[in-house]
C-alpha cells in the first residue's frame, strides 16, 4: 500500500489521504473544489476546480484521467447535474468510466460538488 500526497491538491482536513494506491488500483478522496477560506465560486468553475485536485493526486500516482474506472460525483442540487455532466463530459473526453452522480442537501464548507475516483494503477 502506498499513500499519495501532492501540494497541489488541498490538504486532508482530517484523518485520511489524499489518496491510497493499493491492490492495483489508485483511491482518490473526495476532492473539493479549492481550499478553505477562499471566495465561493459559480458551480461550473468548482466542477473544474475539484477536477484539476482529482487530476492531481492522479498525477502524483503517475495516472491521469484516462485510467479512471469508476467515478462518484456529490452534488448540491439535482439541478445542477447538467451542468456537472458538461464539464466532466468536456475534461473526460471520449474515456467514460462508471459513474454515480448522488445530489445532497449540502457539503462541507458550503461547496457545490465533491468528486472522488478509483483509477487503474499502470505502475507499481
Not at 499513500?3 to 482530517?14: D, M
Not at 484516462?66 to 456537472?84: H, K, L, M, R
Request: proline share 8%; charged share 10%.
Amino acid at each position: 500500500m502506498k499513500f499519495i500526497s501532492t501540494t497541489q491538491a488541498p490538504k486532508p482536513g482530517g484523518h485520511y489521504s489524499q489518496g491510497v494506491q493499493a491492490a492495483g488500483l489508485i483511491f482518490v478522496s473526495g476532492m473539493l473544489p479549492q481550499g478553505n477560506n477562499q471566495p465561493p465560486m459559480v458551480f461550473e468553475a468548482q466542477v473544474h476546480s475539484a477536477l484539476d485536485h482529482c487530476s492531481a493526486v492522479l498525477a502524483a500516482a503517475d495516472s491521469s484521467f484516462s485510467d479512471v474506472v469508476q467515478c462518484t460525483v456529490y452534488i448540491v442540487g439535482v439541478e445542477n447535474w447538467p451542468a456537472f455532466n458538461q464539464v466532466y463530459a468536456e475534461r473526460f473526453g471520449e474515456h467514460r468510466p462508471a459513474r454515480a452522480v448522488v445530489p445532497v442537501p449540502a457539503l462541507h464548507h458550503g461547496f457545490l460538488v465533491e468528486v472522488q475516483m478509483v483509477a487503474e494503477a499502470l505502475r507499481p
